[in-house]
C-alpha cells in the first residue's frame, strides 16, 4: 500500500513541489512582517507579534490538514496520527521567535518545511507508521529570559519549573507572562511527549555560517551540536561626577567589564579552534554621559564543541573576572543563566537523511558541526535526534540581511520530502 501511494506521490512530484516551494517563501515574508519593533524584526517570546504569529502557524498547521493544538508554553503543535494502536511519536520541528534586529529564515524555514512535509503525506492520505508531529516551538533564542530551548524543553519533559522566577528586561517574570496568557505553571510538564513514546526528531534549520557558500552546496547533514554556556555578570562600582572626579579614585563599572570582554576576546582567540565567546547584551547604569557608571550588567555566550574543555574555560574566565574586580575594588557577581553540553545527532536517522540528500541528486554529501544551538540540543536527551543544514549566503544569520535562495530551499524540500519516505519506509514492516 505504501510503496502504490509512493508511485503516486512520486508521478506528482515537480508541480507539487513548486506550488509548495512558493507556499513557503510567501509565508516566510509574511511571518517577517509580524514584529514587535516597526525598524526591525523583533519577536521575543510572548509579544503581541509572537502571539500573532503563533495564530498564523496555527491557521497553516489546519489548512495542511494537522489536529493542531497550543500549549501551555506556546508552542503550536500539528498532529497527523497513526491508526497504529503501539505508533510512537516522529516530531519535526524549528522555532518562531527572534533575536532582536533578526533574519526571516533562522526558526520558521524549519517550521515551514515541516508543515509540508506533513501536508504531502496528508494529501494522500498515507498511513503513517508513527504519530507525525509538526512543531513551532514558542522559545528557542532565549531573547526575553536569558534561557535557550523553552519551546523543546517542555516537549523533551526536561523543563526546569526554577526558569520561572526569571525576570525580562521590564521586571516581568516569566510566571506571571505564563498566567497573564491564561496558562496553568502548574500543567506545563503534561505537555511533554514522555521518553517512552519518542521515535525520533528531525530540524531543518539554516547553516548560519559560511561552510556551504565554500563548497558551493544547498543543504548538508549536521553531526551534532557545540556545547554551550550562558552567564549573566554584574559589576557594582560607584556611580560619580564625571568632572569632579579624579581619575585614578574611580571605581567605574563599564571599564571593568571593558577589560573583562577584551580579556574573553583574547582567551578566545588564543583558543580559536575550540572556542567561541561573546558578549552580546550590556547594560550601563545610570547611562548618562557625565556619570561615571556605577553599575554594568551583560551577558556571556560561550561556546565549544567540547564540553569538557568549556567547563574548564569558564571557569578560567570567571577566576580572571575576580582578579579584574578586585584589582578595580569592584564587586562582581557572575550567574550561570545555562550549560548544554554538546550533542551527536543520529547516526541510523542521518544515514537515511544521506540515502535522501542521494536521491536529491545533490552533488555531495556533507557533514558538518553546528557552533549554533537549536532544539535538536533539548530533544535528544530523550530521543535521537537529525538534522539539515539549508545555505544561507554568505554564512550571515542574525542579521537582517539573512537570505536564502529559493532553490535551495526547494532543494531542501525535495531532500525532506525523500527522508519522510526513507523513515515510513524504515517503520512499515
Ligand atoms: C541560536 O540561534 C543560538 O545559537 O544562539
Ligand atoms: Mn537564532
Ligand atoms: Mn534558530
Request: hydrophobic share 40%.
Amino acid at each position: 500500500m505504501f510503496l502504490q501511494m509512493m508511485v503516486i506521490i512520486t508521478s506528482t512530484n515537480t508541480i507539487q513541489t513548486a506550488v509548495a516551494n512558493d507556499r513557503i517563501l510567501r509565508r516566510l515574508e509574511e511571518l517577517s512582517t509580524i514584529s514587535d519593533d516597526n525598524d526591525c524584526l523583533s519577536r521575543f517570546y510572548f509579544t503581541a507579534a509572537h502571539q500573532q504569529a503563533s495564530d498564523l502557524i496555527h491557521s497553516w498547521m489546519e489548512e495542511a490538514g494537522l489536529d493542531v493544538t497550543k500549549d501551555t508554553i506556546g508552542n503550536i503543535r500539528g498532529i497527523y496520527r497513526s491508526d497504529r494502536a503501539d505508533a510512537k511519536h516522529f516530531v519535526i520541528g524549528s522555532h518562531y521567535d527572534t533575536v532582536h534586529d533578526a533574519g526571516k529564515y533562522d526558526g520558521p524555514l524549519g517550521i515551514l518545511l515541516g508543515i509540508e512535509m506533513a501536508q504531502r503525506l496528508k494529501k494522500y492520505g498515507i498511513d503513517l507508521p508513527f504519530h507525525l508531529n509538526c512543531i513551532a516551538f514558542a522559545d528557542e533564542e532565549g531573547s526575553r529570559f536569558s534561557t535557550a530551548y523553552l519551546g523543546s524543553s517542555v516537549i523533551a519533559g526536561n523543563f526546569d519549573h526554577e526558569w520561572l522566577s526569571r525576570k525580562d528586561d521590564r521586571g516581568v517574570s516569566f510566571q506571571e507572562v505564563i498566567e497573564g496568557n491564561g496558562g496553568q505553571v502548574n500543567s506545563i510538564s503534561d505537555d511533554q511527549i514522555p521518553q517512552e513514546d519518542w521515535l525520533g526528531y528531525f530540524e531543518v534549520h539554516i547553516e548560519q555560517g559560511p561552510v556551504l557558500c565554500k563548497q558551493d552546496l544547498p543543504v548538508c547533514l549536521v553531526s551534532g551540536i557545540a556545547a554551550q554556556a550562558r552567564v549573566n555578570v554584574s559589576w557594582k562600582g560607584m556611580a560619580g561626577h564625571a568632572g569632579t572626579s579624579p581619575m585614578d579614585i574611580r571605581n567605574d563599572a563599564l571599564c571593568a567589564a571593558a577589560e573583562f570582554t577584551l580579556l574573553i576576546e583574547d582567551i578566545g582567540k588564543k583558543n580559536k579552534e575550540q572556542l567561541v565567546a561573546t558578549v552580546g547584551k550590556l547594560n550601563v547604569s545610570p547611562n548618562t554621559s557625565n556619570v561615571i557608571p556605577g553599575m554594568v550588567t551583560h551577558s556571556l555566550d560561550i561556546r565549544s564543541p567540547n564540553g569538557s574543555f568549556l567547563s574548564e574555560m569558564i571557569e578560567l574566565i570567571q577566576t580572571k573576572g575576580k582578579e579584574i574586580a578586585q584589582k578595580r575594588t569592584i564587586e562582581f557577581d557572575w550567574k550561570l543563566m545555562q550549560f548544554n553540553p554538546a550533542i551527536d545527532c543520529d547516526d541510523q536517522l542521518q544515514e537515511l537523511l544521506e540515502r535522501s540528500i542521494k536521491k536529491g541528486n545533490i552533488s555531495q554529501v556533507l557533514k558538518i558541526p553546528s557552533g549554533a544551538g537549536h532544539d535538536a540540543v533539548m530533544i535528544s536527551a530523550v530521543a535521537p535526534v537529525s538534522m539539515l543544514f539549508v545555505r544561507c549566503t554568505e554564512g550571515i544569520s542574525h542579521n537582517p540581511l539573512e537570505y536564502v535562495e529559493s532553490s535551495d530551499i526547494k532543494d531542501a524540500l525535495i531532500v525532506c520530502n525523500h527522508f519522510m519516505d526513507e523513515l515510513i519506509s524504515a517503520h512499515t514492516i
